[in-house]
Structure formats: structure tokens, C-alpha cells
């Protein structure tokens, strides 16, 4: 990772602050059996200076040799073996399993809820739809620019359209749920 990581940038690392080296740190709260497979590793990186003055950071102890270096960061990281891909626990005994007649009866009963808030929403979208009606069949005096007009009925507008969406979003619902 920060191996030579200086001979790309050169010089220009020098000004460079020093964040963290290692922005991951692993935690894991380990079972009994997981505690022996952790390694405790130390993270150490250093900036060097060579003959010529170049500065140079490293994290492999062997680049350090016969320069000038000091520790910018040592850092200790957990590491922890990662699981086999699949490796599921079983269940414990007892664990409440989702029966066919349970998945058959959730369904009809997310289906009639689904289908109260339709009969709902078309109710609200037919009394919308009236009050729009209303509205543009109603002219004020002072709206002799039709622009004022189309101002005026924007909410309602808005509300149909609202309403018609939730209706048509429904309705998707319940066809997903055949």
C-alpha cells in the first residue's frame, strides 16, 4: 500500500500531513473458538531521507536501511480470518419456522390491507378530482390573465396527480402480490 509510495511523488511528499496509514481498522467481537486464529500485527511507516535528500516512505523495514528515517505512524491491526463463503449456522432447535398455511394467510392479509388503502386512495382521488372541477369551473374578476388562472389550480392539479400516482402504485402492488 505505502510501499515506495514516494518514488511517484517525489519531493512533493515532505509537506504532505500524515492522516493514517492504515484507515481500516479491523474490530471483531470473536467467539471462544475465533480468539486463537487472531493475529495482533504492528503497522509501522516511516519517512526516510536518502543521500541525496529525496524523501522516501515505506512500511517494509528493508527500504529503511542505511537512511535517514523516522516513524510516522505504528499502528496495531486485528486480524481476523475470514469465514468460508456458504457457511451458514444452522438454526437452533425450536427456531419458529414460517409454515406454507402462515405464508398463504400473510399474503391475504398484506393483499386486504393493500386493498383498504386503494378503495382509500381512489376515494381521496375522486374527491380531488371534484374540487378541481370546481375550481376551474369557478372565474374570479381579478383573474383576467389566464396565467393567474393556471396559478390558482396548481394544487388542486397537483393533488389529482398525487393521488392518481398512489393509486397506480397500488395497484402494481397488488399485482405483484398474484
Not at 51 to 63: Q, S
Not at 71 to 99: C, D, L, W
Request: with cysteine.
Amino acid at each position: 500500500m505505502w510501499h515506495r509510495l514516494s518514488e511517484s511523488f517525489g519531493d512533493s511528499l515532505s509537506n504532505v500531513p500524515r492522516i493514517g496509514a492504515l484507515p481500516l481498522l479491523v474490530l471483531c467481537l470473536a467467539g471462544p473458538g475465533l480468539a486463537a486464529a487472531q493475529q495482533q500485527i504492528v503497522e509501522t511507516i516511516w519517512s526516510c531521507k536518502d543521500a541525496n535528500g529525496r524523501t522516501h516512505v515505506t512500511n517494509l523495514k528493508e527500504d529503511t536501511a542505511g537512511k535517514d528515517c523516522r516513524i510516522v505512524q505504528q499502528q496495531r491491526v486485528t486480524v481476523v480470518p475470514a469465514t468460508k463463503a456458504g457457511s451458514k449456522a444452522p438454526s437452533p432447535a425450536g427456531f419458529p419456522k414460517e409454515t406454507t398455511s402462515d405464508r398463504v394467510a400473510s399474503r391475504a392479509k398484506q393483499r386486504e390491507t393493500i386493498e383498504k388503502e386503494l378503495t382509500q386512495e381512489e376515494s381521496m382521488l375522486a374527491d380531488a378530482r371534484k374540487k378541481l372541477a370546481e375550481q376551474e369551473s369557478v372565474r374570479s374578476g381579478n383573474e383576467s390573465n389566464y396565467a393567474k388562472v393556471l396559478e390558482r389550480l396548481r394544487p388542486y392539479k397537483d393533488t389529482v396527480e398525487v393521488h392518481e400516482k398512489n393509486v397506480e402504485a397500488l395497484k402494481r402492488e397488488l399485482n405483484n402480490l398474484r
